[in-house]
């Protein structure tokens, strides 16, 4: 029999999460805050994402790769120039090598599938902003 | 889905209606046959002796040709054309031909007295340029800017003719003895006339306007008097002409032909403007050119043969014209071969085009559906497990609940886009059933209100369902993007062998020449109304389309029902319960 999970209190990094899916973002939201990662907004496009990290200061940006009017690749380029001390992790739909070196070359720390294990993406976070770096 | 059906925006459907409602008279079935009972009565009543033979002339045989007159007035008023002018000139043309032969009857038969030229002749000639311009004002409306190929096979066929013409009658009216000056000229008048009108015919006949029944009544009518003609002036060079002849039977058949156009439903048709085609080389039409085309030196050869005298001068310039009217024509269809070759070239682009716009939409429709979704789902699933695991189950259970949910509407997404790559409908209940579902789909996406009406009692083979199915996806999606309508009516009809889809809408409209062409569609960037035509075209079809401003379009598709190919096979898949009968 597993030993029950316990329930992780919300004071890990702090996490702005950006999606143009509000149901998507709802469901990571409430999964991340289970493993204790705080959720400090939400942002549904690449304008948003680069305006309140600027305000908030996130440990670190959850970015999705395609969104209206900003996509994801340019507002982690756009991050990495004003706040380079800000990993960005894309999360995205696709997996595809090429978009991977794309993320890498705009300064993202780690590239990540949707769909990949919550755990995973907990993990990713809390050592991205342990450090700094690609994590490709 | 109920709804009124659009107003009708194209002549076509009217026409149909007239024949509906009138046809049931059968005017001019009836008129026909009226007219084949006094061409009999013509010949028996004055052979039984109950009449003299010019009684019976100017009774039944001008009475006939007066009768043409009427039917042509009562057409026009019946049916009221839009462009009536070409039946008036008919009319006139016949009335004037009526007065003619009244007089020459009347100095013929019953003064005895053997004037020419008379007046007759004056009446007789008069009547050619009214006959000859209604012909052209009908051309002009049917074939409207300029249609070179036509004019040209006209005028090969017309040199060919007017060769033949020249050699057997009119060189021997102007050298027939005891004639003066003015009996000379007036002799050549009329097969000079003839070959004219015949231009004239030849022309009409090889347009690419509309061929309703009215059509070709007229035309088998125009042969008639043609061909009389030519058989009267052969036998005036022989002896004479007596009252009473045999070949009054070929007028009076045009007479009767001319009078029953005029009463076809279809007569308002014939001066409809021709949808843009191009004109295509049947082998019928390469018999014709190639028989005109040689009958000047075929002719050359007779007479040298025979021995008679040569008309070398005329033969020889007539040949002359024949060889630059069929290098002309050679020319037209080298061009119309390398616009082709540009068309397939460019649908070809086009197709790769759509092909891959296709995908990019399917990809970014996972993308945004069930990708995006399916992976929530996965997280929320991870969420519930962890809930279990601390015991708590009353938050694991909403959340299973909400999965549960989630799921549903991604099986249900999933399934919308199956359905548009391959509708299932289409392969297990045939086009009747798959197009009611998409006319459903379409009203619910566009609000447009979409009627679709069927008539197809078999199942066509899977290749003709599939390309009928698309053109009418592509003409709805036509109706959606630009025609800015209140109503769209899909209908679907066999009869005789073929199979009809027409899609109408009550919208925006266009001039139809602004659709052009093939070559010109893909030019203008209508490319949904090329690869619609192309689609039906390469499986041996035909498309139409219909359509003026502020009266809706119409698209057409025709296709001859049958094929080699075995009928559609159901899907490898039970599917569900649909409840419909019939299908």
Same mark, same amino acid.
């Given at each position: %029999?597993?030993?029950?999970? =316990?329930?992780a ?6 996490? &702005? @999460?950006?999606d143009?899916? !509000? ?20 942002a549904?496009t ?16 959850? %970015?999705?790769?395609?969104m =209206? ?8 380029? &756009? @991050?990495?120039?004003?706040? !380079?001390s ?14 991977t ?18 755990r ?17 | ?29 009836t ?29 039944l ?12 007035l ?27 032969d009244i ?29 000859m ?16 190929t ?20 009119i ?14 000229l007036?002799s ?33 009518g ?16 022989g ?13 009076m ?19 409809d ?16 050119l ?13 007479q ?19 060889f ?28 790769v ?13 996972l993308h945004?559906?069930p990708?995006q979704?399916?992976a ?12 279990v ?51 459903a ?19 066509l ?19 959606a ?29 266009f ?9 010109e569609?893909?030019g203008?960037d ?21 359509s003026?401003p ?34």
């Amino acid at each position: %029999m597993r030993s029950p999970e =316990p329930v992780a209190q919300p004071s890990g990094p702090r996490v &702005l @999460l950006v999606d143009d899916e !509000p149901r998507f973002r709802a469901q990571l939201r409430e999964v991340l805050t289970d493993y204790g990662i705080v959720v400090v907004a939400e942002a549904g496009t690449g304008h948003q994402a680069v305006e309140l990290a600027g305000r908030l200061r996130p440990d670190v940006v959850l %970015m999705d790769l395609r969104m =209206p009017e900003m996509d994801g690749i340019t507002a982690t380029r &756009l @991050l990495a120039e004003a706040l !380079p001390s800000c990993p960005v992790i894309i999360i995205s739909a696709y997996d595809d090598p090429a978009l991977t070196e794309e993320a890498r070359r705009a300064g993202a720390y780690s590239y990540l599938v949707k769909g990949c294990p919550a755990r995973l993406i907990a993990d990713v976070i809390e050592k991205a902003a342990a450090e700094e770096g690609w994590h490709g | 889905m109920a709804s009124a059906p659009p107003a009708s925006p194209d002549t076509d459907s009217e026409v149909q209606e007239a024949a509906r409602r009138i046809g049931r008279s059968r005017a001019w079935w009836t008129y026909l046959v009226a007219s084949g009972l006094v061409a009999v009565a013509y010949y028996l009543i004055p052979a039984a002796g109950l009449v003299p033979r010019w009684a019976a002339k100017i009774g039944l045989y001008n009475g006939l040709a007066l009768s043409a007159v009427v039917a042509i007035l009562i057409g026009v008023i019946r049916y009221r054309p839009e462009r009536p002018l070409a039946w008036y000139l008919f009319a006139v043309g016949l009335l004037s031909y009526v007065i003619a032969d009244i007089i020459f009857y009347t100095y013929q038969d019953i003064l005895h007295r053997d004037v020419f030229p008379s007046l007759a002749d004056v009446f007789y000639l008069a009547a050619y340029p009214f006959l000859m311009a209604g012909l052209l004002r009908l051309i002009r409306h049917r074939s409207p800017g300029a249609d070179q190929t036509s004019l040209l096979d006209a005028l090969v066929v017309t040199v060919g003719v007017g060769v033949v013409s020249w050699v057997y009658l009119i060189v021997p009216f102007a050298r027939a003895p005891g004639l003066t000056l003015l009996e000379r000229l007036v002799s050549m008048a009329y097969p000079i006339m003839d070959v004219l009108l015949l231009a004239t015919a030849v022309r009409l006949l090889v347009d690419r306007g509309p061929r309703p029944p009215a059509f070709r009544v007229l035309l088998i009518g125009v042969g008639a008097l043609l061909v009389t003609d030519t058989l009267y002036s052969i036998i005036q060079l022989g002896g004479g002409y007596h009252t009473g002849s045999p070949i009054d039977v070929g007028w009076m058949t045009w007479y009767a032909c001319w009078g029953a156009a005029a009463l076809h439903p279809t007569m308002r048709a014939l001066a409809d403007p021709a949808p843009p085609r191009e004109v295509r080389l049947t082998r019928l039409r390469l018999g014709l050119l190639a028989g005109a085309s040689l009958l000047a030196p075929v002719i050359q050869g007779v007479q040298l043969v025979r021995g008679h005298e040569q008309q070398a001068p005329v033969i020889v310039a007539a040949s002359m014209v024949l060889f630059v009217l069929v290098l002309a024509r050679l020319h037209g269809l080298a061009e119309e071969v390398a616009t082709l070759a540009g068309i397939r070239k460019r649908l070809l682009e086009r197709a790769v085009q759509v092909r891959e716009e296709e995908r990019i939409r399917l990809a970014a429709e996972l993308h945004d559906g069930p990708i995006q979704q399916l992976a929530g789902v996965a997280y929320t699933a991870d969420l519930s497990r962890r809930r279990v695991a601390r015991g708590d189950l009353t938050g694991a259970r909403e959340l299973l609940a909400s999965l549960e949910d989630d799921i549903r509407g991604e099986v249900a997404a999933l399934r919308r886009v199956m359905t548009e790559l391959r509708p299932p409908a289409l392969d297990e209940w045939g086009l009747a059933a798959a197009l009611a579902d998409y006319g459903a789909q379409f009203q619910q996406r566009t609000g447009i209100t979409c009627t679709v009406e069927t008539s197809l009692p078999v199942r066509l083979i899977r290749t003709q369902e599939t390309v009928l199915y698309r053109v009418a996806q592509e003409a709805l999606t036509n109706v959606a993007k630009h025609a800015r309508a209140r109503h769209a009516q899909v209908s679907l009809q066999a009869d005789q062998g073929r199979v009809t889809l027409q899609v109408r809408d009550d919208g925006a409209g266009f001039t139809t020449r602004s659709a052009g062409s093939l070559g010109e569609q893909l030019g203008r960037d209508h490319f949904g109304l090329a690869s619609m035509r192309q689609q039906i075209e390469m499986a041996g079809g035909t498309w139409q389309v219909r359509s003026r401003p502020r009266r809706g379009t119409t698209i057409t598709a025709i296709l001859p029902i049958g094929g080699d190919e075995p009928l559609p096979q159901r899907l490898p898949f039970a599917a569900p319960w649909r409840g419909r009968a019939g299908h």
